[in-house]
Structures are given as structure tokens and as C-alpha cells.
């Protein structure tokens, strides 16, 4: 596939003016760690809040399973990293559903702290109508979750090899299993290719 190379900023405002021209209210972008997700996605809510809107940006790393049910098969196990570390009930219910057009617009930015293994006490946002909440996570698509607008980071996996620290290593083989089975690249709306997060291209 081709791609062309854009900024960082030109990136952000593409999306953005992808959600306004399709309306959507609940955008993910989706990648490994290493792709610069998270960052985007902030750059993404300040275009938007630019260009006159009203836009949130709400981790998916704020979602985490507890521990006990996430480490159930180890604190290594790749396989458990892929499967059962979103809470993916829950992202729905307290922010994919009323974040929707005509959804009560009560969203909660986050449950569960990963370090604390205890319940955030986040307070709910009440969103004005029309608010836009990007979600930023790892394997994000291909779960059931319902977004508008979908932005996956690809990175080779000598890229993502290359910049995984090494306490983080066994989490490779999760990333290869997401490419194989989910596709991501077919599936998302906007595909960049991040092997180095500062100079995306876009696929065409």
C-alpha cells in the first residue's frame, strides 16, 4: 500500500476533519505503546477544540481488568495481555454507550488504577451534546467496541521490537497475534503507518 508522508499536526487536523464531516462523537486510536498513540490523540482533541468544537481525550489504559482476573495465567503471559487485560463491558458502559449520539453524555475517564489495583473514584463528566471522546489504547479494534471513527498506528515488528522496553518484551508475541487475527489495517477508517511516531505517513 502507498503512503504518503504527513505531520504530526496535519495528521491531527485530518482526523479531526474526518469526525466533523462524518458527526462522529466516539473516536479510536489504536496502536502498541510504542506508536504514539496517546500523544496523537491529544493533538487530535486540541484540533478539534480549535476548529471549534469540544472533544475529550479518554485512555483505554484507565480501563484495566483488576488484577486478580488480568494475571490470572501470569504476569508475563502474552496471551492474557491480548485477551483479558481491556475491560471491554466496561468501556462500553461508561463511555462508548453515552458518548453516542443521543447518549446521556455521562462519561466516566477512567475506573480502575493499574498500580493501585483499586478503583480510580474518578468523577463522571457530564458532556455537552455533540462532545468528542477519543479513546487512545492497544488493540482496540476488532473487541465489539463501538466507535465512529477508527485510527490505527501500524508499526513492522522490528519497529515495535525495537522501541518495547525490555521489561516489556513479552508482550511481542500479543502484538503479531492482534496483526494475524484481527487485521487491523483492513479494518480501521484511517491507517498510519508509525514506525517512527514523529514522522507518520498516511496509507492512501
Do not use: C
Given at each position: 500500500?502507498?503512503?504518503?508522508?504527513?505531520?504530526?499536526?496535519?495528521?491531527?487536523?485530518?482526523?479531526?476533519?474526518?469526525?466533523?464531516?462524518?458527526?462522529?462523537?466516539?473516536?479510536?486510536?489504536?496502536?502498541?505503546p510504542?506508536?504514539?498513540?496517546?500523544?496523537?490523540?491529544d493533538?487530535?482533541?486540541?484540533?478539534?477544540?480549535?476548529?471549534?468544537?469540544?472533544?475529550?481525550?479518554?485512555?483505554?489504559?484507565?480501563?484495566?481488568?483488576?488484577?486478580?482476573?488480568?494475571?490470572?495465567?501470569?504476569?508475563?503471559?502474552?496471551?492474557?495481555?491480548?485477551?483479558?487485560?481491556?475491560?471491554?463491558?466496561?468501556?462500553?458502559?461508561?463511555?462508548l454507550?453515552?458518548?453516542?449520539?443521543g447518549?446521556?453524555?455521562?462519561?466516566l475517564?477512567?475506573?480502575?488504577d493499574?498500580?493501585?489495583?483499586?478503583?480510580?473514584?474518578?468523577?463522571?463528566?457530564?458532556?455537552?451534546?455533540?462532545?468528542?471522546?477519543?479513546?487512545?489504547?492497544?488493540?482496540?479494534?476488532?473487541?465489539?467496541?463501538?466507535?465512529?471513527?477508527t485510527?490505527?498506528l501500524?508499526q513492522?515488528?522490528?519497529?515495535?521490537?525495537?522501541?518495547?522496553?525490555?521489561?516489556?518484551?513479552?508482550?511481542?508475541?500479543?502484538?503479531?497475534?492482534?496483526?494475524?487475527?484481527?487485521?487491523?489495517?483492513?479494518?480501521?477508517d484511517?491507517?498510519?503507518?508509525?514506525?517512527?511516531?514523529?514522522?507518520?505517513?498516511l496509507?492512501?
Amino acid at each position: 500500500m502507498k503512503a504518503r508522508p504527513v505531520t504530526v499536526g496535519g495528521l491531527a487536523a485530518g482526523i479531526a476533519a474526518r469526525v466533523a464531516t462524518t458527526h462522529a462523537t466516539r473516536v479510536a486510536v489504536d496502536g502498541a505503546p510504542t506508536a504514539g498513540g496517546a500523544a496523537l490523540a491529544d493533538r487530535v482533541v486540541a484540533q478539534i477544540d480549535a476548529d471549534g468544537g469540544h472533544a475529550v481525550h479518554i485512555p483505554a489504559g484507565g480501563f484495566l481488568r483488576q488484577a486478580s482476573l488480568r494475571l490470572e495465567r501470569g504476569r508475563t503471559n502474552p496471551d492474557a495481555y491480548y485477551e483479558d487485560w481491556l475491560d471491554l463491558r466496561a468501556i462500553t458502559r461508561e463511555v462508548l454507550t453515552p458518548a453516542a449520539a443521543g447518549g446521556t453524555g455521562r462519561v466516566l475517564p477512567s475506573l480502575w488504577d493499574p498500580v493501585t489495583d483499586r478503583a480510580t473514584r474518578a468523577a463522571y463528566l457530564q458532556l455537552p451534546a455533540g462532545t468528542v471522546v477519543v479513546m487512545s489504547g492497544t488493540m482496540l479494534l476488532g473487541a465489539g467496541l463501538d466507535f465512529d471513527v477508527t485510527v490505527h498506528l501500524a508499526q513492522t515488528a522490528a519497529a515495535i521490537a525495537r522501541r518495547t522496553p525490555a521489561e516489556m518484551q513479552w508482550t511481542l508475541p500479543a502484538f503479531q497475534r492482534y496483526d494475524e487475527e484481527v487485521m487491523p489495517q483492513a479494518l480501521a477508517d484511517i491507517v498510519v503507518r508509525a514506525d517512527d511516531p514523529r514522522h507518520p505517513a498516511l496509507v492512501l
